[in-house]
């Protein structure tokens, strides 16, 4: 299995988007077996909250569901896990 992971700074907005939208593309590609995706913050304010509600609006109205998607912020071991870790911006 290839383990994937998206991160920005707080796990609230870019970071669960880019997860949702893969998450989408890799289903309709029937990978979901094949490829694990998650995604965290490197700050940890928003530990167990759902995507701000403006990037889930913006992403149902695509398309893609980000409700099931809780905050968590990035851990040592991640970086031994994870195949591909993919940070949103150059401050992460």
């Known amino acids: 299995m290839t383990r994937v992971l998206f991160v920005c700074l707080g796990n609230i907005c870019r970071s669960p988007t880019a997860h949702?939208?893969?998450?989408?593309?890799?289903?309709a590609k029937g990978l979901a077996e094949q490829i694990h995706i998650d995604s965290c913050g490197t700050g940890g304010w928003h530990i167990g909250e759902s995507p701000d509600k403006r990037a889930t609006a913006h992403a149902r109205k695509r398309g893609y569901d980000l409700s099931h998607l809780r905050?968590?912020?990035?851990?040592?071991?991640?970086?031994?896990?994870f195949d591909y870790i993919l940070a949103m911006d150059e401050a992460n």
């Open 71 to 81: 905050a968590r912020q990035v851990q040592s071991n991640d970086f031994y896990e």
């Open 20 to 27: 949702g939208v893969f998450e989408s593309l890799v289903k």
